[in-house]
């Protein structure tokens, strides 16, 4: 059957370390691969696209890879703020076309000052 | 500023009532989408439009309906057929052209009594 999945419900880490996140997916061939941001109660913010062809991008504080091979895309935040707190996503773009984008369930970020 | 508009922001419904949610835009994106959020469970896709007067089903679509009159509007309606509609839902918006990147509103939650 076909699954996204994102490593854990919640992480906690440490201001000013790395936080790392892991979505990881089964019989899907995505075209590419969304990170978003969800504050409570509000709608999600898109971060970062990586398109299938690409190894890593990166913004800022955060850096995305996608290994094809591996079926999984790492997010990460170095120098984690307390204002990074928040639900991450990962949502799969299938095929390319308009509509067809699956999300992860999301795992919720704390750091802790 | 450009954006997108849902309201009501909070709704109590009755069983029995169909209820209307407004997603309005200006940013002039041709796709339009309405999302639903269950607590532990990804975003599903409810309908979508690419286009004025076009939308199709999602994986959840039963017991909703939506309209695309108007370019910048596409509301949903929670009719009386939807066994469990207490959630959140979520309008977004996209450029036919881009790379699949959303926009979203910040959400109306819906709760049955």
């Known amino acids: 059957s076909q699954k996204i999945e994102q490593n854990s419900e919640a992480l906690n880490i440490q201001e000013g370390k790395t936080a790392t996140l892991t979505c990881n997916y089964t019989?899907?061939?995505?075209?590419?691969l969304q990170w978003y941001r969800q504050d409570p109660g509000r709608g999600p913010v898109f971060l970062l696209l990586?398109?299938?062809?690409?190894k890593e991008k990166r913004k800022e504080r955060l850096k995305v890879t996608f290994d094809t091979t591996l079926k999984q895309s790492l997010f990460h935040i170095t120098a984690s703020q307390p204002a990074d707190s928040a639900t991450y996503l990962c949502?799969?773009?299938?095929?390319?076309?308009?509509?067809?984008?699956?999300f992860g369930k999301g795992t919720k970020l704390s750091v802790k000052p | 500023d450009g954006g997108i508009t849902q309201s009501p922001k909070y709704l109590f419904r009755k069983e029995g009532q169909n209820v209307t949610l407004s997603c309005e835009q200006n940013?002039?994106?041709?796709?339009m989408y309405w999302y639903r959020q269950d607590p532990g469970q990804g975003l599903r896709l409810i309908y979508y439009?690419?286009?004025?007067?076009?939308?199709q089903k999602g994986d959840i679509a039963e017991g909703y309906s939506v309209s695309r009159e108007k370019k910048e509007s596409f509301p949903l309606t929670v009719t009386s057929a939807q066994k469990n509609p207490t959630a959140f839902y979520l309008c977004?918006?996209?450029?036919?052209?881009?790379?699949?990147?959303?926009?979203f509103g910040e959400g109306s939650r819906l709760t049955v009594l």
């Open positions: 977004a918006s996209s450029p036919q052209s881009g790379t699949g990147e959303l926009f």
């Open positions: 019989n899907y061939s995505p075209a590419y």
């Open positions: 990586i398109r299938e062809n690409e």
């Open positions: 949502a799969l773009g299938i095929g390319g076309s308009q509509g067809n984008l699956i």
């Open positions: 940013l002039n994106h041709d796709a």
């Open positions: 439009s690419q286009i004025v007067n076009d939308f």
